[in-house]
């Protein structure tokens, strides 16, 4: 898989304040990558100087081989976090402006647009000002108006945000249909769920560095602590409990089930499973058993307050 | 269609379009000229006579006042020394007199100086205290040349009236009032370059701030660069401010048409004169009318109308950068007064220095220095422009203004590009300057 956006080394400083530190990513071409990082973690202001709003004190960005340039804002789709259009200009004709700024033809633009507003069924939008919509029928203006011109790269900061569960559906169903299309999409949010839902790569910034990056199923295999949840009907707890606390770590689990059984985590350390399956069977009926997989959001916390 | 052109196109619908600008272009003239017509009204209005009440003991003086007496005039006086002099006074608010001039019996003339009084509830005009003074001054003169045995006729006819009339080196008559025409002439253009900065400066900041609280501002600086946005900003927004003035002129141009036609304007003395009377006044007056109207045309017209455009281009676009990079520090237009001062100051200088200092020695140190500095000198420079300015004064003034423009367009741009990414904090002078440093 080749390289859509390369991130190598940026620094960037507000007077005394550092907000990057050095930074370093690679976004896969065709991936969604998820850009994570608490409140004030350099995450803007990465994605600022991706948009060329701003401009890095040290490093490089590197977009589909060049070197990033003006000319490049055509190739790149923005949704800030910070949502805004101007609330008395209509719809259309604001879509139409924005998207001649990004190097589209008035036509062309037009286009588009017609193609989207079907799409989102949004026709009779037209001729309305932002400040008769509401705050969610805003929202899929802007996201129209960020991929109208068909970037390479969209850069979504936290694009689920202030939309309701059906809208919020239509734009993850959009996000991934645009994947397909072949576009690269960077996604910067705090809705862990989101992230394990859609993204295929994660990179994790805190305090001004990179923490982690790779892809989501290589980072949780970092991330795994070979742990299994078990569920068992046994006679002989007491036995069992001896059993099993001799080879392994042990502590109770929780987790749904239609049975009264013992429920319980166990750490393998370098045991393989089926050693615990062994020692599991001879004492009583396995209901559950399931490797422990860390989410998204255990990592982040995991990795944050270390 | 490049880019700036695009925001300029924007910006000028976007001003266009507004509906209190629609409303400002098509009412303000109505403003304008009703008002005009209401101070008019108001001065042809005929204020009350004011009654003097006059109790003279002397008897020199009572009858000088009562031959001035008009009819219709602003006061009237009345002689009134019969009447004892405290029963004059308590009358003053019963009678409504507006006051009482007392003027005492006195030993010697000289006593007149300083004795006689002028009493009264309100306190009495300047002028007209001054025209009191003056008949009795002159009354007390011919009394002087009297007592002196002078001969009050030769003297009269002995006075002389002087009218110095004003020449140039190169032989041509002048007139004089040229002065004022030409100030007036450089203070009207130097006066809309003023009101064309507050105005339109102050609509290229709003429209900053609007940008940055509606939080678009993000959107489209990922698309264009600040400096891009700032200047098609003011170049749309100058754009719809000469559109505006321009419909002001014509409504107004129109509307004065309207109601010469409709009033038939200055009509009255003249319409009584008997035509001879007429004719003689109008070959007089077109003598005079001739000579003004040849100085008018030998004034600088061209380079009082190129400078307009120059200075005008120069110091609309020095002051708006100042304000759209003030737009872009603060949140809020109340936020901007700190910082609007430092701006509005320079302005009202110029304004000042140029109906001060300019009017009375328009080639002075206090006039030449600011008309250099690129601040003040679009006003400054362009009062001084009709009495003649050296061509190397002009040069030095111009060239400093767009030096001065390109870099605080360029300071600006800088505190503009920092700022509209700032929401939430009123900046301080200081982290204006930290901002230059980013």
């Known amino acids: 898989m080749s390289t859509i956006l390369e991130v190598n080394k940026v620094v960037k400083q507000?007077?005394?304040?550092?907000a990057l530190n050095g930074v370093s990513l690679t976004v896969p071409k065709g991936s969604?990558?998820?850009l994570l990082g608490p409140n004030g973690a350099g995450k803007t202001s990465l994605i600022r100087i991706i948009n060329q709003i701003t401009l890095p004190d040290r490093g490089e960005i590197i977009l589909d081989g060049e070197k990033l340039q003006p000319k490049h804002v055509q190739y790149i789709g923005y949704l800030p976090e910070e949502r805004g259009l101007y609330t008395t200009m209509k719809v259309g004709e604001q879509c139409l402006y924005l998207a001649q700024m990004k190097g589209l033809s008035k036509a062309e633009a037009k286009k588009q647009l017609e193609y989207w507003f079907e799409r989102l069924e949004i026709q009779g939008w037209w001729n309305k000002k932002i400040q008769e919509l509401s705050k969610g029928m805003a929202q899929k203006i802007q996201f129209v108006v960020c991929v109208l011109h068909k970037p390479k790269l969209l850069i979504f900061d936290e694009p689920f945000s202030g939309f309701d569960p059906v809208n919020a559906t239509i734009i993850?169903?959009?996000?991934?249909?645009?994947?397909?299309?072949?576009?690269?999409?960077?996604?910067?949010t705090h809705?862990?769920?989101?992230?394990?839902?859609?993204?295929?790569?994660?990179?994790?910034?805190h305090k001004s560095n990179k923490l982690i990056e790779g892809k989501l199923s290589d980072v949780k295999r970092q991330f795994k602590t070979n742990s299994y949840e078990v569920g068992i009907l046994s006679d002989n707890v007491e036995g069992l409990m001896y059993d099993i606390t001799q080879k392994f770590t042990v502590t109770p689990a929780n987790f749904k089930s239609l049975n009264n059984e013992l429920k319980l985590e166990i750490q393998l350390g370098s045991a393989?499973?089926?050693e615990l399956l062994q020692v599991l069977t001879q004492r009583g009926q396995v209901t559950h058993f399931v490797e422990k997989i860390p989410s998204v959001n255990d990592i982040f916390i995991q990795t944050v307050s270390k | 269609m490049s880019i700036i052109s695009l925001i300029i196109k924007r910006e000028f619908i976007a001003k266009v379009r507004n509906k209190s600008f629609i409303v400002m272009t098509f009412l303000s003239p109505l403003l304008f000229v009703g008002l005009a017509a209401f101070v008019g009204y108001l001065s042809t209005m005929k204020a009350d006579t004011k009654r003097i009440a006059i109790h003279d003991e002397s008897g020199l003086f009572a009858q000088e006042f009562t031959a001035i007496n008009q009819k219709n005039g602003e006061y009237k006086y009345l002689d009134l020394s019969v009447i004892d002099l405290k029963f004059l006074k308590d009358?003053?608010?019963?009678e409504n007199y507006e006051g009482l001039l007392y003027i005492p019996k006195v030993e010697s003339t000289k006593d007149f100086e300083n004795k006689i009084q002028f009493i009264?509830?309100?306190?009495?005009?300047?002028?007209f205290i001054e025209k009191v003074q003056e008949v009795i001054a002159d009354k007390l003169t011919k009394t002087n040349f009297i007592q002196a045995k002078l001969d009050t006729l030769a003297i009269a006819k002995a006075k002389a009236n002087v009218n110095i009339s004003l020449s140039k080196a190169s032989g041509e008559e002048s007139v004089k009032g040229l002065n004022e025409i030409k100030i007036g002439i450089g203070g009207a253009f130097g006066y809309l370059i003023m009101m064309f900065i507050i105005i339109y400066g102050n609509m290229v900041m709003r429209s900053v701030i609007e940008e940055k609280t509606s939080r678009i501002v993000e959107i489209i600086i990922s698309s264009v660069k600040p400096f891009q946005l700032m200047m098609g900003k003011i170049i749309g927004t100058a754009l719809a401010g000469l559109l505006q003035f321009f419909i002001w002129a014509l409504i107004g141009l129109s509307l004065m048409f309207a109601a010469s036609l409709f009033f038939g304007v200055d009509v009255g003395p003249t319409a009584k004169l008997s035509p001879e009377l007429l004719q003689a006044a109008q070959q007089e007056m077109t003598g005079t009318a001739q000579m003004y109207i040849k100085e008018l045309w030998n004034l600088p017209i061209a380079s009082i109308l190129i400078g307009f455009v120059i200075y005008f281009i120069g110091g609309y676009f020095l002051y708006s950068s100042f304000y759209a990079a003030i737009g872009a520090a603060v949140d809020n237009q109340t936020d901007s007064q700190q910082f609007?001062?430092?701006?509005i100051m320079p302005l009202m200088l110029s304004v000042y220095v140029g109906f001060f200092t300019v009017i009375n020695d328009p080639h002075g140190t206090v006039a030449v220095v600011f008309s250099m500095i690129p601040l003040t000198s679009p006003i400054v420079m362009l009062m001084r422009i009709p009495f003649g300015v050296p061509l190397w004064q002009i040069a030095i003034s111009v060239t400093l203004l767009f030096g001065t423009f390109f870099s605080v367009v360029w300071f600006a741009a800088k505190i503009y590009r920092i700022g509209i990414l700032m929401y939430g904090k009123k900046p301080t002078w200081g982290e204006l300057y930290k901002w230059l440093k980013y």
């Open chain 1, 14 to 18: 507000y007077g005394d304040y550092v």
């Open chain 1, 32 to 34: 969604i990558y998820g």
């Open chain 1, 172 to 188: 993850k169903d959009e996000i991934l249909a645009l994947r397909e299309e072949g576009a690269t999409i960077i996604f910067s």
């Open chain 1, 191 to 205: 809705r862990m769920e989101s992230v394990e839902e859609l993204c295929d790569h994660i990179a994790l910034i």
């Open chain 1, 272 to 274: 393989l499973p089926n």
């Open chain 2, 91 to 94: 009358s003053i608010t019963n």
């Open chain 2, 120 to 127: 009264s509830n309100n306190s009495p005009s300047i002028s």
């Open chain 2, 340 to 343: 609007l001062l430092p701006i």
